[in-house]
């Protein structure tokens, strides 16, 4: 393919960087990797960077982009197929370069996942594929003019690129890879490795070998120039057990090249003062105005329309990680505060089976949506009470930021990211204006309830939740402080530090 000229950086003093990710809101979305991969490239922009986006054409993705023009072909490798790109742009305007390849991307069911929740069986073939372009446009053989001087990679479907560049001919990109959550780690069978088209002798502990496994993860770890993960406590946490997942002894060992930096929000598309996908919007001073998304929210779930039990509330996965078999054991019992209940999730079919069980069990006080729903996101954080986040472990966590944003209190167990972002509601920080929710320790269902029971305390006492609401919304969690960290690392990368 030729060069395109028209592709080539506008400004050649801007530094170049290519964001590979495999999601993005709104166009792909499974959790807080999509709200990242939209925002932090448009901050990059903002700051004077020439960020790109380097995305797979899932079907939902391409349906979204119709204007989208080939900008490249791609001929087959190893049992790679052929695939094209395509040059689009997001809805901030950050240049998107779109994977098209059918064999690979173009059907029904999740990303990651056939809809009945299996793992799609050629994921190391798919996401080999987008680690293989990502290491390919940031390397001498690119069929594009824009070259990136820093490859950004993103989880274990885009962590084998920094291999891919290894055995790459010529002068190659930069590398930083971000873990965004290190349970998910892309292990697959070794004779994949030449499927994948990458040379035997890559398949060593100094490379994509892992306990006599190909391990996407490990390779980027191993091999990128620089690890950064969504939150300084998760940077800590990963080095050692359990949080570490197996990775904690060579996390360690690279922690002079590790950086934890905090996850922004986007607060153009979750501010309570603009939302369209609200009822009423307010700001900290219309707060009594949050009482009319509250009823909007029970209306819509089909709960008792009273002001006077607290909402509690839950959008998330329905795993493990999240706590939330903590949350149905002791639901009998927020029941009997009394207080309402209202979760949005869905993952793992016990979890989901027992909240629909209590919601049919107690329609007025409980409501469980089982699905993927943004806007119905939207209006329960402008409308809950305070937010539920009881992770065993959370690198970084989204919802708690848009919670404070929301004038929601977040009720949060102490870990990564949550631990990072909110202040306890001690005697203390309110009084010195810092409590902005609820932080419990010890990692069980008796803390959550306990917490729960604070919460609910503080509610009916008004003066107190308005402080601690007025504190969250006071915060800033924009993008722009680690959008600022993130094109530090890239110039130290680029220059070659
Ligand atoms: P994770 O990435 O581990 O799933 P985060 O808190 O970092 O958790 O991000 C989750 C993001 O996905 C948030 O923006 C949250 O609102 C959103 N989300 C999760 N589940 C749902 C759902 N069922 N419907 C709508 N949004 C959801």
């Known amino acids: 393919m030729t060069p395109s000229p028209s592709d080539a950086s506008a400004n050649p003093d801007q530094l170049r960087v290519l964001f590979a990710t495999p999601e993005c809101s709104p166009l792909i979305k499974t959790g807080g990797l999509a709200d990242v991969s939209a925002a932090l490239p448009a901050a990059l922009i903002a700051l004077g960077v020439d960020a790109r986006i380097l995305l797979p054409g899932y079907r939902e993705v391409l349906a979204q982009l119709p204007h989208c023009r080939e900008i490249a072909r791609l001929a087959p490798m190893a049992e790679l197929p052929a695939a094209r790109l395509l040059l689009g742009q997001t809805g901030a305007g950050v240049p998107l370069i779109v994977l098209d390849c059918p064999e690979l991307y173009d059907r029904g069911g999740g990303p990651y996942q056939t809809e009945a929740g299996s793992d799609w069986p050629d994921n190391a073939l798919r996401f080999g594929l987008l680690s293989r372009v990502a290491a390919l446009l940031g390397s001498a053989a690119s069929p594009l003019a824009w070259r990136p001087q820093v490859l950004h990679c993103n989880e274990w479907q885009t962590a084998l690129a920094p291999a891919y560049l290894r055995y790459a001919a010529g002068a190659s990109a930069a590398t930083l890879l971000t873990i965004h959550n290190l349970a998910f780690q892309g292990i697959f069978d070794p004779g994949l490795v030449a499927a994948l088209g990458l040379p035997a002798d890559c398949f060593s502990p100094e490379g994509v070998e892992y306990y006599g496994k190909l391990s996407f993860l490990k390779a980027g770890l191993q091999l990128a120039g620089a690890i950064t993960t969504v939150s300084p406590g998760y940077a800590n946490e ?72 607290p909402l509690f509330a839950v959008i998330s996965r329905l795993t493990e990680q999240k706590g939330l078999d903590w949350l149905l054991q002791i639901a009998p019992q927020i029941l009997t505060l009394p207080a309402q209940l209202a979760l949005l999730g869905g993952g793992d079919g016990v979890l989901e089976r027992g909240f629909v069980a209590l919601a049919q069990g107690h329609p007025a006080q409980a409501s469980t949506r089982i699905g993927f729903d943004e806007s119905l996101a939207h209006l329960i954080e402008a409308g809950a009470d305070a937010f539920l986040m009881p992770s065993r472990f959370e690198p970084c966590g989204m919802n708690q930021m848009y919670s404070q944003r929301y004038g929601t209190p977040p009720i949060v167990r102490a870990t990564g990211g949550l631990a990072d972002t909110v202040v306890d ?68 990368l680029a220059s070659g530090g």
């Open 238 to 309: 990963i080095q050692h057990e359990p949080l570490g997942f197996g990775l904690h002894g060579l996390l360690s060992a690279r922690k002079d090249r590790l950086y934890g930096i905090l996850n922004g929000i986007d607060t153009g598309v979750w501010n309570p003062a603009t939302d369209p996908l609200i009822s009423c919007r307010y700001d900290a001073g219309t707060l009594a105005s949050k009482s009319n998304n509250k009823r909007a929210l029970q209306q819509r779930l089909g709960l008792a329309t009273t002001p006077e039990l």
């Open 425 to 492: 509601c001690s005697p203390a920080a309110l009084a010195d204006g810092s409590a902005s929710g609820f932080v419990f320790h010890e990692p069980s269902a008796q803390a959550l309830l306990a917490a729960i029971k604070r919460a609910t305390g503080a509610w009916r006492e008004q003066k107190t939740w308005r402080a601690l609401q007025r504190n969250g919304m006071a915060r800033n969690f924009g993008w722009e402080a680690s959008a600022r960290r993130y094109a530090g690392i890239y110039a130290a």
